[in-house]
């Protein structure tokens, strides 16, 4: 093949998979779209899992995207796509989050072939808190740099809040808090607006950081510590803009670098 192939043609194919000690047969759907100047294939997973199903007389499409590394895999990496008959806005979430269903939360998981979704009711949903759009977020006791005990988002009640998880180790972190978030601090911060900023760095490298660049908000210096495994962060920065009832209405790329400005204007009608 020495021309691009129509990337819009995917094809069924058969694969095996070794688990737990077992060879399985799977398959997928992938479709071609061009040769590397090496002759290596490329390749892309065109892979979904879709189901309907009616809850209280309502019909519901679900459709879950796994990730793509060697292979499609569902599990822990899944993305679920709620809509509804009733034309509500669509929900996105991730593994072991939360679909609202009639004014119910449900847990929703998936199998590592994407063949089995499954729904758990969690009646403290609210109380729990989430990492996901639309949810209270996660709540959390922490000491910070100054020595003050806080209840993250509780003491922070009528403010919207930048949650930010990052570490004097990435550059992104250091450029975004340096060039965006002091301009940001210095125009909204106050009764209105707070930054906590959690740092997975000894209190002493926080410190030097915080004093070098004059830094006015919260932060807190904790390591490896078990507010990242709440929040299951795994790269950084990661972030989350809170509004003053504590729930999360924006998060990740949403509210890097730039396009965060876009987001306080609609936030503080400017």
Same mark, same amino acid.
């Given at each position: 093949?020495? /021309? ?11 694969? @095996? ?9 799977? *398959?997928?759907? =992938? ?21 309907? &199903? ?6 519901? #499409? ?6 793509? +590394? ?23 979430? /991730?593994? #072991? ?10 847990? $929703? *998981?998936? *199998?590592?072939?994407?063949? +089995? ?9 609210? /109380? ?11 709540? &959390? ?8 005990? $806080?209840? &993250? ?23 975004? =808090? ?14 209105? &607006? /707070? ?14 950081? $915080? ?23 795994? *790269? ?11 729930? =999360? ?8 670098? @730039?396009?965060? #400005? ?9």
């Amino acid at each position: 093949m020495n /021309e691009k192939a129509d990337g819009n043609q995917p094809h069924k194919v058969l694969f @095996e998979r070794f688990i737990n000690g077992k060879i399985q047969l799977d *398959s997928t759907w =992938i479709a071609f779209y061009g040769i590397k100047k090496t002759d290596a294939l490329w390749i892309k997973f065109c892979e979904q899992t879709m189901t309907s &199903f009616i809850f209280n007389s309502i019909h519901y #499409n679900l459709i879950a995207y796994p990730s793509i +590394t060697e292979g499609a895999k569902y599990g822990k990496e899944v993305i679920f796509e709620i809509t509804d008959s009733l034309g509500d806005k669509k929900q996105v979430f /991730e593994y #072991n989050q939360y679909a609202h269903l009639n004014n119910l939360y449900y847990h $929703v *998981s998936c *199998s590592a072939d994407g063949r +089995t979704i499954s729904f758990k009711l969690d009646p403290d949903a609210l /109380e729990k808190g989430s990492t996901q759009v639309n949810m209270p977020a996660i709540p &959390f006791k922490a000491v910070t740099l100054k020595g003050d005990t $806080v209840m &993250f988002p509780k003491d922070y009640n009528g403010k919207y809040i930048l949650l930010d998880f990052w570490s004097t180790s990435c550059p992104h972190c250091i450029e975004d =808090i340096r060039n965006c978030y002091k301009n940001l601090y210095k125009q909204y911060g106050g009764d209105k &607006f /707070e930054i906590v900023g959690v740092a997975d760095d000894s209190k002493s490298k926080v410190e030097r950081f $915080v004093s070098q660049n004059m830094i006015a908000w919260t932060m807190i210096p904790a390591p490896k510590s078990f507010i990242q495994k709440l929040y299951m962060i795994d *790269s950084y920065p990661a972030l989350y803009l809170i509004n003053p009832d504590g729930v =999360i209405i924006s998060k990740g790329k949403e509210l890097r670098k @730039e396009k965060i #400005n876009a987001v306080f204007e609609i936030c503080f009608g400017q």
